[in-house]
T-cell receptor, first 110, second 112 residues
Framework: SQTIHQWPATLVQPVGSPLSLECTVEGTSNPNLYWYRQAAGRGLQLLFYSVGIGQISSEVPQNLSASRPQDRQFILSSKKLLLSDSGFYLC?????????FGPGTRLLVL | SQQGEEDPQALSIQEGENATMNCSYKTSINNLQWYRQNSGRGLVHLILIRSNEREKHSGRLRVTLDTSKKSSSLLITASRAADTASYFCATVPQEDSYKLIFGSGTRLLVRP
């Protein structure tokens, strides 16, 4: 069966520090991969998606970037965090029509 | 921008009652999906309805889709306290089938 992992679960970072969130998927090959951000009490905002290794589509211009160095690994990064980067970050993989979500990373930028 | 908008934003009902949540969207879609999120957790897929379908059932869930009005509803019958969660609709746009565009969600509280 397929599983999706995200880490860390919680992260507190100072403004201006770098960020690296990792997502890995097991049990499937060549999945579509997604990064979402969710502000408190709100819906999900699609940040990036990838249909293959090295292929990244950006949905929202901002100081975040994504990379897919391996088939089942998706990384969300920032060189310098802003206060507005605080939120709940969710990774998902897509199977035809449905997406399956990881447990999320709660990021607090102080 | 978010494709879907849901109402109500919050709903509080007694256990055993039915809960109805509505979702509206803006563009042509391939399908519409409903997801559930428990507080602080990831989302779980509940049900998918395709653009050529009008109604679908899964257990205590009933979903309707009206493409002429660009709207959908999710009905949870005989609610339980364990149904307390946030519920989101999400659409797959016809012009980009890789994406899921989420609404803002309905927070459901089922009082025991």
């Amino acid at each position: 069966s397929q599983t999706i992992h995200q880490w860390p679960a919680t992260l507190v970072q100072p403004v201006g520090s770098p960020l690296s969130l990792e997502c890995t998927v097991e049990g499937t090959s060549n999945p579509n991969l997604y990064w979402y951000r969710q502000a408190a009490g709100r819906g999900l905002q699609l940040l990036f998606y990838s249909v293959g290794i090295g292929q990244i589509s950006s949905e929202v211009p901002q100081n975040l970037s994504a990379s897919r160095p391996q088939d089942r690994q998706f990384i969300l990064s920032s060189k310098k965090l802003l206060l507005s980067d605080s939120g709940f970050y969710l990774c998902a993989w897509g199977s035809e029509e449905t997406q399956y979500f990881g447990p999320g990373t709660r990021l607090l930028v102080l | 921008s978010q494709q879907g908008e849901e109402d109500p934003q919050a709903l509080s009902i007694q256990e055993g009652e039915n809960a109805t949540m509505n979702c509206s969207y803006k563009t042509s879609i391939n399908n519409l999906q409903w997801y559930r999120q428990n507080s602080g957790r990831g989302l779980v897929h509940l049900i998918l309805i395709r653009s050529n379908e009008r109604e679908k059932h899964s257990g205590r869930l009933r979903v309707t889709l009206d493409t002429s009005k660009k709207s959908s509803s999710l009905l949870i019958t005989a609610s339980r306290a364990a149904d307390t969660a946030s519920y989101f609709c999400a659409t797959v746009p016809q012009e980009d089938s890789y994406k899921l565009i989420f609404g803002s969600g309905t927070r459901l509280l089922v009082r025991p």
